[in-house]
Structure formats: structure tokens, C-alpha cells
């Protein structure tokens, strides 16, 4: 077969441009997987180092949020909530993250408050770490096995004792004693009482310095107490023996009541016939003028009028078959008993007859009328009548 030249060069061009179009099209598939290979490795090019409890994890990933990088990695680790992961975005390239799970606590120690972070840690860590000693008999609340949580109050109160010591005062006693030496209603104070003193120990247990409770540890008594010795008087004051002879001029010099009547002597006015009564009825103690001492149960308001045997012969003889003789005195036994002992002192303090006893009677005697005994009809008729306080003895 002949071939033209013309078909020479046909064929020969349309070799080179089949090659030509070969080549072309493998260099932009060849580029096109390039790009896309190397868009590929742009977008999975993100590195997050996430920092966790002194752990560390690289996370290649394609998102851009920490949060979505987790949930989509399918990474769990023991502990870590998504509540943990900070809302934090990041960019192509590496990117570092610390997750912090800590939180507050507050921590109170006596009067001093402060706050403090925890992380998961039990109370008693919480406190060693923070250098807060506590001893056995402290109360730690909640105790120092539990497990911190976010907002808890950890509390150490500091428990304590001490001792103190008071002093008590120990009352004195009063012995009374009796002694013949003092008349009756007379006191004599022979010792003077002093008071003892008792020291007394207490525990007194505290919380946090102030005093919650206390106890009676002991005692111990450092003086004793002096009793107070008081004498009383049992002594009584004899009667004046009956006698013919005048009784001592007697007054009365405290203890006495008061009693202001004036009239008194032969002429005293006929109206006045009987005193007006009882003027004390409590009775008290009288100290006379010879220094005796004498007790009265109460005091009349008397008329006092003057009787004798001396020319009359039936007065000779009491009511009670005794003697009439100074010192008797009769009486209305509905006022004053029988066999009273009596003492008989002016009103108005210038005259006294003195002791006298109940131990006549008389059918003039009413009533508060009094008719002493004299010797004599001279004497009877210089007494008349007279006001009288008259006291009943004891």
C-alpha cells in the first residue's frame, strides 16, 4: 500500500495530540486529589491537649468548641462531667485546655471564717492541706471522713477545760447558854461569832473559749467558822420579905410603859373611883432601879387605895389564910388571880410601892382597883388614893 505524505503527517499529528490530551487530564486529576487531600489534612490538622486532674489528652478533632470536641470523640474519663468543660472555642492548629473541678467550701474554725477549694477530697484532706491541727476531743462537723461537696460548711470547734476556784462564806452559829449570874431578860454576848470560808473547785468545760457547762471537782474548807456564845440571864429577883418596915423606893429605868396620871394623895377626887384598864398586853422585860431585872406578861392602869389591920382585926387574915402584912394586896380575882406576884409604881414616877402579892380581897375592890396593906392607920391615911401602873410578873 502506498501512503501519501499527507497521510503521513495525519496520523503523525493526531498521535501527539491524543498524547497531549492524556497528559492533561492526569495532571488535573493528580492536582484535584491533591487539594483535596490536602483540605482534608487542613480540616483534621485541630490538636486540643486538654489538661485534667495532672492528666493529659490530645484530641484531634474537626470541631472548633471543647464541649462538641468530647461529645463527638466518644472519650469518657472517670469523674468529668460535660458540667466540668469550659464553653470555650478554638481555631485550627493546637489549642490547650485546663479543666478545673474544683469548687467552695468555707471553713470555719472558732471565730475565723474563710473560703477554700476542694476536689472531691474528704474533710479531714481538706484541713491537712490547709495546715488547721485538730485534737481527738475537737469536733470536726461533718466528721473528717466525708466527702467534700460544692458549698459545704466544714466546721472545727475547739473543746476544752479549765479550772476555777471560788470562795464561800460559812455562817456562823449562836449558842445560846444559860448562867444564873444575869437576872432574867439580861443577854451577855461572851464570844463574838466570826465566819468561816470554804474554796470550792469547779471544771469548767468550754466550746471554742466560752464556758458550756460546769462541774463541782471539790472543795476544801480554809477557816472554820466561830460560833457566836450568847449568855442569857436565868436569875430571878427574890421579893422583898414581908415586913412592918417600908419597902425601898423602887423605879423603873427602862422596859417600863408610859403612863402620865398625875393625881394622886389623900384628897384625890372622889370621881375617879377605878383606872381605866389594861395598857400593855405583850408583857416585856423592866430593869429597875437597884439593878434587878424583872419580866412582866402585862401592865394595868390602876386606882390604888390603902387597907391595914390597925384597929381592925378581921383585915388580920388574906383571902388565902395568910398574914396581912406589907406587900399584900388585894384584888379583884376576875382581873388579877390570887397569888400574882405584882409590882406597884407611882404614874407619875415620884412614888412606888414596890413588889406586892395578890393575896386578899376586898368588896370595894372592883374592877381596876388595887387596896395595898400598911402597918399602920397613919400610913393608910397619908397613902389615900393614887394612880398606879401595875405589873403583872412573870
Known amino acids: 500500500m502506498r501512503r501519501t505524505l499527507s497521510d503521513v503527517c495525519a496520523r503523525t499529528f493526531g498521535g501527539v495530540n491524543q498524547l497531549l490530551r492524556n497528559r492533561v487530564f492526569s495532571a488535573l486529576l493528580l492536582l484535584s486529589a491533591t487539594v483535596l487531600i490536602m483540605s482534608h489534612f487542613a480540616m483534621a490538622r485541630n490538636l486540643l491537649i486538654v489538661h485534667f486532674d495532672g492528666q493529659v489528652v490530645m484530641l484531634e478533632t474537626y470541631e472548633t468548641d471543647v464541649q462538641t470536641a468530647f461529645a463527638r470523640s466518644g472519650i469518657q474519663i472517670s469523674g468529668l462531667s460535660p458540667a466540668h468543660l469550659p464553653q470555650t ?150 421579893l422583898p420579905a414581908p415586913s412592918a418596915a417600908a419597902q425601898p423606893f423602887i423605879t423603873v429605868v427602862s422596859g417600863g410603859v408610859v403612863n402620865t396620871r398625875q393625881g394622886w394623895g389623900p384628897r384625890f377626887e372622889s370621881r375617879h373611883r377605878q383606872g381605866s384598864g389594861i395598857i400593855c398586853e405583850t408583857g416585856g422585860t423592866l430593869v429597875l432601879s437597884d439593878g434587878s431585872v424583872v419580866e412582866y406578861v402585862k401592865a394595868f392602869d390602876m386606882m390604888v387605895t390603902a387597907y391595914t389591920s390597925d384597929g381592925e382585926p378581921s383585915n388580920r387574915v388574906t383571902a388565902i389564910g395568910t398574914q396581912g402584912r406589907l406587900g399584900v394586896a388585894a384584888v379583884d380575882r376576875r382581873v388579877i388571880p390570887l397569888r400574882t406576884n405584882l409590882l406597884v409604881i407611882g404614874a407619875n414616877g415620884r412614888w412606888s410601892y414596890g413588889f406586892a402579892r395578890a393575896e386578899n380581897v376586898g368588896g370595894a375592890v372592883r374592877g381596876y382597883i388595887i387596896d395595898v396593906y400598911f402597918p399602920t392607920r397613919a400610913q393608910v391615911n397619908a397613902f389615900g388614893r393614887r394612880w398606879a401602873t401595875v405589873y403583872v410578873l412573870r
Open 89 to 238: 472555642r478554638f481555631s485550627g492548629g493546637v489549642s490547650s485546655v485546663t479543666i478545673d473541678r474544683s469548687y467552695t467550701v468555707t471553713v470555719k474554725v472558732g471565730n475565723n471564717v474563710a473560703t477554700a477549694r476542694a476536689n472531691g477530697e474528704t474533710v479531714g484532706a481538706v484541713l491537712t492541706r490547709l495546715g488547721i491541727e485538730y485534737g481527738i476531743d475537737d469536733l470536726v462537723e461533718p466528721t473528717s471522713g466525708v466527702t467534700t461537696r460544692p458549698g459545704m460548711t466544714i466546721s472545727v470547734v475547739r473543746v476544752g477545760t479549765m479550772t476555777k476556784e471560788f470562795s464561800e462564806t460559812l455562817p456562823f452559829e449562836t449558842r445560846r447558854v444559860a448562867t444564873n449570874s444575869l437576872y432574867r431578860g439580861r443577854e451577855n454576848v461572851r464570844q463574838e461569832g466570826s465566819e468561816g470560808e470554804k474554796r470550792i473547785t469547779y471544771t469548767v468545760n468550754l466550746r471554742d473559749g466560752i464556758e458550756i457547762s460546769r462541774e463541782r471537782s471539790g472543795e476544801e474548807v480554809v477557816a472554820e467558822p466561830q460560833e457566836r456564845i450568847v449568855e442569857y440571864g436565868t436569875r430571878v429577883p427574890s
